[in-house]
């Protein structure tokens, strides 16, 4: 392969919090134990070629004044959208920079809603959906989603009609593909959900970061494509960011096709005088959004693909009493410890703790509403993939 995939990248020292921070309170590495990062969600890969080409071209100006975004920016995005996922007629006027998708979900709430108004969610939930609308004082409503009898997660319909109806809720957070449970929905699926929606007259605030992430064999279906009034009833955020490693530049982009939704959004987000882009990360989305960056996305999807592979294999054949769905995208896993913790007489922090005693570091579930569940990031090389579950059988599930 022409980009290095099999490396595990050192980041002592770089400021990163996935090998500078222990996630569980209490918790640390046994001597004799590597530290393996597999718990917040960034990547220990390298980043394409082209980024860092694109930012050491720009930083060679000694210049950071202030700046414009240009017509390369709008073009990158506009084919990068057309070629991926088959979106026609997106243009420069729909497209708006947000402070991460995470800002951009924040301005979106603030101009559809007022604190105390209920807002509907998936659950189980990412976390910092969760940390947003409390800070911001709104009410979150859970619609759970379920396994079927082939342990597929699903969307209850019925569920989301009822609790939409009952709590008068016009906003809807949707993530697609799903973090964390990493359902990519089918096209059926959305329409079913905008369907559901369209008959509440609810505004749809679509989380799509993760959209360049599907695993082979699965396909991303922007909500806004499945029917016109999708289109004109979705805030749709996108970034670089979760598929090339450049969540530290900060940074993503609305597309949002409604006249009267934009204008709003954009004055929104105009208020406090912030949110704005910065010069290096408008180059970095320019060199992600290229040819190189493309075939280092389709070499990057082949290996966790196999990561993905290699590990649900492990967990069904090797940890009892530990399920979980096959993920379709992301690169997480979301793991359901129950019959094993009640097997062993252990508490979910008692399991947490032991694999962060081996050097596994993953992440505590509850706070994303998994009850006895870990979340864990297999974007790292292979074979660390297999130490690290190697550790974690002889160590913690099967000491």
């Not at 609305?254 to 949110?275: M, P, W």
Request: charged share 20%; aromatic share 12%; with cysteine.
């Amino acid at each position: 392969m022409p980009f290095d995939f099999t490396t595990m990248l050192s980041r002592d020292g770089q400021d990163a919090i996935a090998v500078e921070t222990i996630p569980v309170p209490g918790a640390a590495i046994d001597p004799g134990f590597s530290r393996i990062p597999m718990w917040v969600a960034d990547m220990n890969f390298a980043t394409a070629p082209s980024i860092t080409d694109a930012l050491l071209a720009r930083a060679s100006h000694p210049a950071f004044g202030y700046f414009s975004p240009h017509q390369d920016f709008y073009d990158a995005i506009v084919n990068w959208q057309r070629t991926r996922n088959g979106v026609e007629g997106l243009e420069a006027k729909h497209i708006g920079y947000e402070n991460g998708v995470l800002g951009g979900a924040a301005t979106a709430l603030r101009v559809l809603c007022s604190a105390g108004d209920a807002i509907l969610l998936h659950s189980p939930t990412y976390i910092g959906f969760t940390h947003v609308l409390e800070n911001y004082g709104y009410r979150i409503v859970l619609s759970p989603l379920y396994q079927d009898e082939d342990g597929v997660w699903r969307m209850d319909y019925a569920d989301m009609d009822r609790k939409l109806k009952e709590n008068h809720i016009h906003a809807a957070i949707f993530c697609t593909p799903h973090n964390p449970c990493g359902r990519v929905w089918t096209r059926e699926e959305v329409e079913q959900a905008m369907e559901v929606y369209r008959k509440n007259d609810v505004t749809v605030i679509s989380d799509e970061i993760w959209s360049d992430l599907v695993l082979p064999g699965h396909k991303h279906i922007p909500t806004q494509s499945v029917s016109e009034d999708a289109r004109q009833r979705t805030i749709a955020l996108y970034a670089p960011s979760k598929t090339f490693n450049l969540a530290g530049l900060v940074g993503s982009y609305h597309i949002i096709y409604n006249d009267r939704l934009r204008d709003r959004v954009d004055k929104e987000a105009s208020l406090c005088h912030y949110n704005e882009m910065n010069v290096l990360w408008m180059h970095a989305l320019i060199g992600a959004y290229s040819g190189t960056g493309a075939a280092w996305l389709d070499e990057l999807r082949q290996v966790l693909g196999t990561n993905v592979w290699y590990a649900v294999k492990f967990i069904r054949s090797h940890f009892q009493g530990v399920s979980l769905a096959w993920p379709e995208g992301t690169y997480m896993l979301f793991l359901d410890c129950t019959g094993w913790c009640e097997a062993h007489g252990k508490t979910l922090d008692d399991l947490l703790k032991a694999g962060i005693r081996v050097g596994v570091i993953w992440q505590d579930g509850r706070p994303f509403h998994g009850a006895c569940s870990i979340r864990m990031n297999l974007a790292v090389p292979t074979q660390v993939v297999k130490d690290a579950f190697a550790r974690l059988d002889q160590y913690v599930f099967n000491a």
